[in-house]
Nanobody, 127 residues
Framework: QVQLVESGGGLVQAGGSLRLSCAAS????????MGWFRQTPGKEREFVAA????????YYADSVKGRFTISRDNAKNTLDLQMNSLKPEDAAVYYC????????????????????WGQGTQVTVSS
């Protein structure tokens, strides 16, 4: 089991920045690839970003590429998402997730492929 707890959400003006964090406990964090997803009411959970177990490779949705940065610290069991130049359409509940994938797997991009999830943190962006 891996327990995940997100933090850092809040209200920000369009163009502003937020940094989300995800604290992991339980099984060895460094064994898992990690992802960030987001969800708005009535919509499916949407891929935002992912990072391999080592941090050597990162993946981003086109909608956030160049604005968001995913990073991890395996010594501290933490995952971060730095979000810059926020737009109203970025508003959602953001979730971190852990899974195990082979390099290049499409599983990184699918919510159904992840094994463990946090409870989510709300991000609100005012225009």
């Amino acid at each position: 089991q891996v327990q995940l707890v997100e933090s850092g959400g809040g209200l920000v003006q369009a163009g502003g920045s937020l940094r989300l964090s995800c604290a992991a406990s339980g099984r060895t964090f460094s064994l898992y690839a990690m992802g960030w997803f987001r969800q708005t009411p009535g919509k499916e959970r949407e891929f935002v970003a992912a990072i391999t177990w080592s941090g050597g490779s990162t993946y981003y949705a086109d909608s956030v590429k160049g604005r968001f940065t995913i990073s991890r610290d395996n010594a501290k069991n933490t995952l971060d998402l730095q979000m810059n130049s926020l737009k109203p359409e970025d508003a959602a509940v953001y979730y971190c997730a852990a899974g195990q994938f082979n390099r290049g797997s499409s599983g990184y991009f699918r919510a159904s492929s992840y094994d463990y999830w946090g409870q989510g943190t709300q991000v609100t962006v005012s225009s």
